[in-house]
């Protein structure tokens, strides 16, 4: 038996969110009662020269606007992440993370670094005290991404200013970041799993 028929309940297709100006991160969509999309995953990539230019001519003429990028053929998520490149086309997302319109372009999307790859636990005994991020980037292009514990949940990402050198200038990394003054369980009285939000500074 092949390992891909082994772990059919794990093969789809995938959205991912993209963050960075200078560096790019795919953020994948998460949903934890579907197989193959439990898992909080945050990858470095490269893109070509043409969908590099159009996406930050879109994102700049939409800053609001969150963009995503569709990997179209299935397979498990994992396999993707540790692939070397994938073709796709690129969209606005809407507030559930879904496809919002006519694809804006279709671009190459080369993966240099996992970051993140978790697969997501709606049991966990409980959530964390305190609201928990993930804080990823370099120190002039970072950004935080919602720790998601047990559900129900939420999805967040925010571009944020840091000062000093707590992330590498040019090597991009990953730490786990806590702000003890708000309390996780507040936040995640939701009724949605997604709730898909882009900030920026």
């Known amino acids: 038996m092949s390992n891909h028929h082994s772990h059919g309940h ?15 991160y795919l953020c994948h969509l998460p949903m934890y ?10 990858l470095e990539v490269e893109i070509d020269r043409a969908g590099m230019d159009n996406y930050l001519r879109i994102k700049k ?6 963009i ?22 690129i969209h606005f997302a809407n507030e559930n993370g879904d496809p919002d319109g006519r694809p804006l372009g279709q671009t190459k999307v080369k993966i240099k670094k996992i970051l993140l790859f978790k697969k997501l636990n709606e049991n966990s005994p ?16 970072c950004y935080l991404s919602h720790l998601l514990s047990k559900a129900p949940n939420f999805e967040q990402e925010l571009g944020v ?10 090597e991009s990394h990953l730490m786990k970041i806590s702000i003890p003054s708000a309390e996780e369980k507040k936040y995640n009285i939701l009724p949605q799993i997604l709730l898909l939000k882009m900030n920026t500074p």
């Not at 794990?10 to 790019?24: A, C, D, P, R």
């Not at 009662?33 to 945050?42: C, D, G, K, L, N």
């Not at 569709?70 to 994992?78: A, D, I, Q, V």
């Open 10 to 24: 794990l093969v789809n297709v995938h959205g991912f969110l993209i963050l960075g100006t200078e560096k790019l």
């Open 33 to 42: 009662h579907m197989h193959a999309h439990s898992f909080q995953t945050i």
């Open 68 to 89: 995503i990028v569709l990997h179209k053929s299935s397979m498990t998520l994992e396999e993707l992440a540790h692939s070397s490149s994938f073709f796709g086309p």
């Open 161 to 170: 200013s840091i000062s000093g050198s707590l992330l590498d200038t040019n």
């Open 126 to 141: 409980d959530y964390p005290a305190h609201l928990e991020y993930y804080l990823f980037g370099t120190n002039s292009d």
């Open 61 to 66: 003429e939409n800053p609001d606007k969150p």
